[in-house]
DNA sequence: AAATTATTGTGTACTATTGACACATTCCAA
DNA sequence: TTGGAATGTGTCAATAGTACACAATAATTT
């Protein structure tokens, strides 16, 4: 096959941030890095780019690999490329965001494979630039949610308004009303009360709801201005 | 040096999306391919990463050895990887956006690299996935300039609130009121009147503003809920 | 020089949304 | 049965958004 003059070919590298919520806090899948450089050290999920790979497609797999998971929301956050982010030679990153919902999925899997749960507020250090990786998935899942209905990806199939409202508030760190946050969510139209209860709970049971997934492809743009002054930037 | 084992090192390119504003329409800045495959066909900025090359750094390069332009608003928008998307090789295209006010900078330079200005509605059909970016490129002007004062990078560093306005309709492709617009873009505190008027109208000469780049930095989120239903997806 | 046309600058009334707050209800446990 | 903790719903004032009307300015026409 013929190919292009230019010298240059670079390793290039998937890494996934993964969120999960455990109804407190936003929490990140963390893995030991199983090889050398900084081997031990606590690192993102990742993986280098096969060549008959696309990118999606490959973040997929890595997650699959490490972490026994499929089917997960992943989306394209940028690309890392300064020249000396990574000691052993050159390599892009190109870097996705997952979001899961802890509760449905299979934490044998994951233990297995050696990835844990770690609350945002206790990541510890990462190596190379994967802390500026995970200030940027902070931030660009501050932007969407405030924009998109993105955070059901983080609940149960069912779940209360409460909890709802206490992921909006990991996620924005901030306290919100109960009352105008459930007016707001249900002007919306998008949940669905399934008439159930939340029997889990020891006080007042809440009711259970469900995404109206037909109306969240219609209604996609429907939380622009939910959150009034998302403290977007910074952070960690 | 040591490498890493794995395989594959993937051809990285460049490419540009450049957005500039005539006073009535949202121009993109075009060039003919001038190397096969596809020579000859209308195509976006682009080119190699080298070796010793941060990403940045890359898309200025290429875009002053395109254009002769320096100094330019850039930002990552995102990372096309499609295996097959260029037919010579693998190539992995990291994907820059750029603003630029036509009327401040050097058209002949523009036009001795052989770039051409064409109105985003004139687009003409473009190499490999070149398309999918332009419309990527658009949704991220219509996300971000609906959330920060972005606009001002494509205008000239005095201009009029109608010249604002009429920047923002051809960014939504929308008509907006006159007045509402102006007392909202008031409101932000981020245009300082200086007093002169545009000598260049052939009716009641508009006052001249220019924007309050220090506010700019502290209210850059001030523009949340600027444009309340923007159109956001398709389009194109 | 007055009238005309096109455009700019400012104001006002009405409606919708938001933010701050109160009260009644449900469930478990003491 | 009573109290604590959480849930569901309602009210009101303040804010912001929408749809308008009218006066002012500059060049051109009569």
Chains 1, 2 share one sequence.
Not at 114 to 139: C, Q, S, Y
Not at 146 to 165: C, S, V, Y
Not at 199 to 217: M, P
Request: hydrophobic letters at 40%; a negative charge; proline letters at 4%.
């Amino acid at each position: 096959m013929t190919r292009y003059e230019h010298p240059t070919r670079i390793l290039v590298a998937i890494d996934c941030i993964i969120f999960g919520f455990d109804g407190e806090e936003l929490d990140l899948l963390l893995i030991k890095r199983n090889f050398e450089p900084e081997k031990g050290k606590w690192s993102l999920m990742g993986g280098f780019l096969n060549e008959t790979e696309d990118l999606e497609k490959g973040a997929e797999r890595i997650l699959y690999d490490l972490t026994g998971l499929k089917n997960i929301f992943v989306e394209q956050i940028g690309t890392f490329g300064k020249v000396s982010r990574d000691p052993v030679e050159r390599t892009l990153s190109v870097v996705f965001f997952a979001l899961i919902n802890i509760a449905d999925h299979d934490q044998e899997a994951v233990k297995a494979h050696n990835a844990n749960w770690i609350t945002l507020g206790k990541k510890p250090k990462l190596i190379f630039d994967h802390d500026d990786m995970v200030r940027m998935a902070l931030e660009h899942l501050r932007y969407n949610a405030a924009l998109h209905p993105l955070g059901f990806e983080l609940l149960p199939e069912r779940f209360t308004i409460p909890q709802l409202q206490k992921l909006y508030e990991a996620i924005y760190d901030m306290k919100l009303d109960r009352r105008n946050f459930s007016r707001k969510i249900l002007s919306t139209g998008l949940l669905i009360d399934t008439g159930e209860k939340d029997e889990n709970s020891t006080t007042k049971k809440a009711g259970l709801f469900r995404l109206d997934r037909e109306r969240y492809q219609k209604k996609f743009y429907s939380f622009w201005n939910f959150i009034p002054n998302p403290a977007l930037p910074e952070a960690l």
